[in-house]
């Protein structure tokens, strides 16, 4: 058995190695996105990441294959997030109709770039303890509106986030001016048909419920719409697109905007 002072002395070496070896795998996620931006490749393509089945053959015969795992897992998540520092300095805010898509591409956008998620209607609930549906039905939607605008109000302090607003939110004029201070406001869009075959199933949306037709959409997209083009940085239609192929999109477009406001 060696001393325990030599051990020591071994551990503070890998120590050193290990943050070494760290920095250099971070600052190389760094290099490929810019290489990335540079070149307009894929930013959701990951060619580098190790798959799942050749991580587990070089684990396997490893007594700490879970403890490996678990730091791997870490890594990688660092890794995307130095990758998503390096494309945005602003948070992301979604806006767009009910069933444009907000909450499931913020989800993706957290998976594949490890930023924060933030759901403006999630906060509500929270804060109110009762679903918006409730809300609507003992406060009425006034009422809503003014947490919602406290909600956003809130949002300052959000760094490396995507922000899923609710349909309604930019028709306040102040809630579009506090999220163009911490954002670039993206607007996902999608055709009446597409957005009733997301909503119908669910009764959580109060404007909906008793109106889940076509016709009714239409009426209240194009009342809105102006309020949506005019809040918005860039607009990303989401009909017949897979959830990458949004994504890509967006984030090339946020880079091409980043792009023309230095100039
Ligand atoms: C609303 C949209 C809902 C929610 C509330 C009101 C609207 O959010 O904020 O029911 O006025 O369009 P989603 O767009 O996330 O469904």
Redesign the pocket.
């Known amino acids: 058995m060696r001393e325990l002072k030599e051990i020591n002395r071994d551990l503070e070496l890998s120590n050193q190695n290990m943050l070494e070896l760290l920095h250099q795998h971070l600052s190389l996620k760094a290099e490929a996105m810019e290489a990335k931006k540079e070149g307009r490749l894929p930013i959701l393509e990951d060619q580098s990441k190790m798959d799942g089945e050749k991580r587990i053959t070089g684990l396997k015969d490893s007594p700490y294959e879970e403890e490996l795992q678990e730091i791997l897992h870490t890594i990688e998540t660092a890794g995307k997030r130095v990758g998503s520092k390096c494309l945005f300095d602003f948070n992301i805010a979604l806006i ?5 898509g ?2 499931t591409i913020s989800r993706y956008l957290k998976d594949k770039l490890a930023m924060e998620e933030v759901d ?2 999630a906060m509500i609930v929270k804060d109110q303890n009762m679903a ?2 409730d809300i ?1 039905a003992e406060h009425g939607e006034e009422y ?1 509106r003014k947490c ?1 605008s406290e909600a956003i109000i809130r949002l300052k302090d959000c760094r490396q986030s995507v922000i ?1 607003c ?4 930019v028709i306040r004029e102040e809630n579009v001016t506090n999220l163009k201070k911490i954002s670039r406001i993206v607007l996902l869009t999608a055709a009446p048909e597409t957005i009733l075959s997301r ?1 119908k199933t669910s009764d ?4 909906l419920n008793g109106n889940m037709n076509v016709e009714f959409i239409k009426e209240l997209m194009a009342e809105r719409a102006d309020y949506y083009r005019k809040a918005a940085d860039i607009i990303i239609e989401t009909d017949h697109k897979t959830m990458n192929q949004i994504c890509e999109e967006l984030i090339q477009a946020l880079i091409l905007l980043k792009e023309q406001e230095k100039k």
Do not use: L, T
């Open positions: 767009g109709f009910m069933g444009a907000k909450s403006v209607d918006i549906k609507f809503f919602e899923s609710g349909g309604g939110a909503v959580e949306r109060p404007i």
